[in-house]
């Protein structure tokens, strides 16, 4: 006990000296880690994507020491009827037309239809990196990414010489806030639902697992919602989330009740800067490490 209290005053005195820290916390966020962590020897994270995004981010994250990685996917995807009028775009696509991907899964249902058309010569242009990976990895480079990974931006900065015409290929949960945001640019915009985001059935004891974790990785919005609804806020309030970026760290925070909701520091993207984070704040839980978050 003893021992327990002082390495908690070492580390909040770190959290208090460090400037880099200071600036990552801010004070609803320290009263929160003093009031609902302790340092764990092992420290318990759980990834919420689902199975296959979840196996690239296990992979940046294997060699954490001292760090159990709990897969609970909340999410699972069905593609809808609409996705034929997706595959009818990418066929006929002319140079006034363009396409407009948000998520990764967007990306990959896109990918499929663009391979079974004969990957003809289509421009596209994504919200960021997390996006725009499995495209370049295809060789199909994006056109455009905004300055900062929202649909918002994307919105208002993508250039009008883009094309006239824009399908915006998304989730049937999506928000309008990028296709009215392109009409009130100027440009025509369809709209279409390409697959459905539905909660993924968890197993009977995955819900004692859930409450177990430590760091919550949050990968969209709806992950978070699904997780909140699930897990316990008695639970919540002992667990630091650790969102992919603005748009998911929004929503945990609105939705969570964490004890804080971390995401990679301004002007950092994609999957290496959400495992970056994610390290950092398992360092600090885990007692080990100065935390450095960029944004809290």
């Known amino acids: 006990m003893i021992w327990s209290l002082f390495c908690i005053g070492v580390f909040v005195a770190l959290l208090l000296s460090n400037p880099d820290t200071a600036q990552g916390f ?9 009031n609902a962590l302790q340092l764990y020897s092992t420290v318990r994270v759980a990834l919420t994507r689902e199975r296959e995004e979840n196996a690239k981010l296990a992979d940046a994250l294997r060699d954490i ?7 609970l996917p ?7 009827d609409d996705v034929s009028k997706l595959k009818e775009a990418i066929v006929k696509a002319s140079t006034e037309e363009g396409f407009v991907l ?16 004969g990957r003809p010569a289509v421009r596209v ?14 060789g199909l480079s994006p056109y455009f990414e905004p300055s900062e990974a929202l649909g918002e931006a994307l919105a208002a900065e993508l250039p009008t010489d883009f094309a006239a015409r824009v399908f915006f290929a998304c989730s049937a949960l999506a928000a309008d806030a990028v296709p ?16 459905s985001t539905v909660p993924a059935t968890w197993q009977a004891d995955d819900d004692a697992t859930a409450r177990a974790a430590h760091v919550v990785t949050i990968g969209s919005p709806s992950a978070a919602a699904v997780w909140t609804a699930r897990v316990a806020a008695d639970s919540r309030s002992r667990q630091v989330a650790v969102a992919i970026g603005p748009t998911s760290q929004q929503a945990a925070k ?18 290496r800067a959400w495992a970056e984070t994610v ?7 885990h007692g080990s490490g100065r935390s450095r978050f960029g944004v809290d």
């Not at 948000?102 to 058309?117: G, N």
């Not at 009215?180 to 697959?195: M, T, V």
């Open 102 to 117: 948000t998520s990764p899964q967007a990306s990959k249902v896109f990918l499929r239809l663009w391979r079974e058309s």
């Open 65 to 71: 020491p001292d760090c159990d990685l709990l897969h």
């Open 74 to 80: 909340c999410l699972t995807f069905q593609e809808r």
């Open 254 to 271: 609105k939705l969570g009740g964490f004890a804080a909701v971390h995401m990679p520091r301004e002007g950092s993207r994609g999957l």
């Open 279 to 285: 390290r950092e704040v398992v360092a600090t839980v």
């Open 180 to 195: 009215d945001g392109l009409r009130r640019r100027g440009f025509q915009c369809e709209r279409i639902d390409a697959y």
């Open 26 to 34: 801010s004070i609803l966020s320290r009263s929160a880690y003093h």
């Open 125 to 138: 242009a994504t919200v960021g990196e997390g996006t725009s990976t499995a495209l370049r990895a295809e």
